[in-house]
């Protein structure tokens, strides 16, 4: 199952997109405090959503995914800011930003659904007479 999830999968892709931006910005732009930012931001995200999957409770699965959240919108906020400092160009920025929306609106559904799951089950173990 775990192959064909597809935040593992779309994290995974965008943390080496993200690698692979932070070498270009320390090679060619000589930029190396918010791409030092932005690495750390860009590829916890898939790294929790790992977590996640192997969470030991439900709990866990949407404690990871939140954190998981919490790091998409830093690298966000991270990519915005080498834009408007144009430190990188549009082009550069339109396609990876569009990746980083799509993973904040999946994670959100995601975490969305877990505690839908989640109240549902609380509320029929407590419907549940002895």
Request: proline share 0%; with cysteine; glycine share 2%.
């Amino acid at each position: 199952m775990e192959e064909d999830n597809i935040i593992k999968e779309k994290s995974f892709r965008f943390a080496v997109r993200i690698v692979k931006l932070n070498q270009h910005l320390r090679k060619s732009r000589r930029e190396f405090v918010l791409s030092k930012q932005l690495i750390r931001s860009g590829t916890s995200i898939g790294a929790n959503v790992c977590e996640a999957l192997q969470g030991s409770s439900k709990k866990d699965f949407i404690n990871k995914l939140n954190i998981s959240l919490k790091e998409a919108n830093e690298t966000e906020y991270w990519l915005r800011l080498l834009k408007e400092t144009n430190i990188v160009n549009e082009k550069e920025f339109k396609s990876i930003h569009w990746d980083c929306r799509e993973i904040l609106r999946i994670l959100t559904s995601i975490i969305k659904t877990s505690k839908n799951h989640e109240a549902k089950e609380s509320n029929q173990q407590k419907n549940v007479s002895y």
